[in-house]
């Protein structure tokens, strides 16, 4: 496989939400509107990279049998980071007091270090391949999860409030079950339908 | 904090899985059959009483006094993730027939958010060692409850004549999103 | 390069060394981010502050006090512009939300007349219960005073509009409010005029 289908894949043909089905409870946790999607699939994918590189680096030094457990370290170890960074940096509410993105992610932040997608490319790709294979494996996959949640997120957030990255395009509200729970579910399982039926797998 | 009001909230108007998406790979993944629901239902208990028990006397027994609180995350994973293993390992020794029906669940575990999200959940929520074990057995049993009723709506819905491009996961999702509604009739009740 | 094999000397060494980087590396990082997560948090109390009093020149967050009530704390920040009170921000609570806790912060102007008030925490429902943030619903508390002003939704006989269809809200909301006034008239009485 060349570098290029390396790096286009994790868009569309093995998109990590929308074909794997892997790292949905941020998917579904977080997307409440098109920003804290963007912000959570910016920040797996940095643990995602990271993790990659330092896994692909290091693969070959650690003994089979404490693999896993070594790997679940590197990847908590970014996790932390990340979480520190954000609450550092992303931690200013907005104009009107609306709660900072670091509020929003809340324990989503944390539980990265669980996301399948993490640990699933560090112990069936990064360890296996070399540096740059892996690096770019990280960015396909991260920026292709990035993708699926920041789509997600808009589709919830012009359904349910009506606007689209804050920006307000109709008055009042919008149907409000999108930013519920249930709408999660129910937006996500369309535009799996959609991609379906566009990929024409089915 | 009153213990009912505990179990009511976790299990039904705060559902970890309808309510707080924690738990979903396993919820859309095992959910094909009742039967694979209840194993899974059994090993989460299992391990996120656990789980739960075990990084409550962490936290505030190593983390806090040392003041090492950043080392939250690294911990808990730890824990979760040798407690998995040691579970796998004294179930073979001393039950093997449980081994037989919850073994291919455990190693999924480690990665089932729902075990981590309740031990952060508890600390967060400040509650105390014993509150912290209802918590996690309510959650347990939400868990559960959730999975049951999806795996068997889910068996149901083989049968039924859906469109294609919607057939096996999209279906799962929108049947899931109208359980989560009809969760969000007990907000409110605590 | 060759795997290593799995002895238990190389797996205690690996994991060792794993945990060894890992945690030193994560102290670095706390020890560079301690500053500005603590300037984060203090700037998010400084905004609600200044949303719920006239402007003041003094940093409020620096000396506040806190208080114990029903089972949780409020926290008092005094805002003063050169020697002069300008109000006390109050940070408060209510348990009773449609989805669990409320936190406001409510900005009492020195005759005890509320000056504004703002949401800091919530988790009620989007479009219904979180209208308790729009001006529209917190316009009706401002320049009234807890004395005069019976802070209870009108169905319960009080002066209060509720958020439709948001009555428990609403009804929270108010709690929170009266709670807050509760500690203030405390504050009152703890340090008469200085």
Sequence with gaps: MNQRTNFTKGFFKENPVFVLFLGLCPTLGTTTSAINGLGMGLATAFVLIMSNIVVSLTGSLIPGKVRIPSFIVIIASFVTIVDLL??????????????????????????????????GRAEAYASKNKFMSSLIDGLGMGLGFTMALTMLGAVREILGSGSIFNYKFIEGDGILIFVLAPGAFI???????????????? | MDYILIIIGAVFVNNIVLAQFLGICPFIGVSNKVETAIGMTGAV??????????????????????????MQTVTFILVIASLVQLVEIILKKISPALYQALGIFLPLITTNCAVLGVAILAVQKDLNLTESVVYAAANAIGFGLALLLFSGIR??????????????VPAAFVVAGLLAMAFMGFAGIV | MAKKESTISNMVLTLFIVTLVSGASLGFIY??????????????KNMAIKKVLPD???????????????????????AMENTD????????????????????????????????????QHKETPGLGDKMATLDFRKQFQGQHPNTFNLQVKKDGGDVDAITASTITSRAFCDAVQRAYEQYKKEQTHEPAN
């Design chain 1, 86 to 119: 954000m609450k550092a940096y992303t931690n200013t509410p907005g104009p009107q007091g609306e709660p900072s993105l670091y509020d929003q992610l809340g324990l989503f932040i944390p539980l990265i270090v669980v996301n399948c997608l993490v640990l």
């Design chain 1, 187 to 202: 937006a996500l399982g369309y535009l799996i339908v959609i991609i379906n039926k566009l990929t024409k797998k089915a």
């Design chain 2, 45 to 70: 208990t299992f391990v996120l009483v656990l789980a739960t028990m075990v990084t409550y006397l962490l936290q505030h027994y190593v983390l806090v006094p040392f003041g090492i609180g950043f």
């Design chain 2, 155 to 168: 068996e149901q819905l083989d049968l039924m004549d859906v469109p294609k491009p919607m057939r096996g």
């Design chain 3, 31 to 44: 020890e560079v981010t301690k500053g500005p997560i603590e300037k984060a948090m203090r700037t998010k």
């Design chain 3, 56 to 78: 003041f020149t003094n940093s409020p967050v620096e000396n506040a006090n806190s208080a114990y009530m029903d089972g949780d704390t409020l926290y008092v920040y005094k």
């Design chain 3, 85 to 120: 009170t300008v109000g006390l921000a109050i940070e408060t609570f209510t348990p009773d939300g449609f989805s669990g806790m409320i936190k406001l912060m409510v900005g009492f102007l020195p005759d005890g007349t509320i000056y504004d008030i703002a949401v800091l």
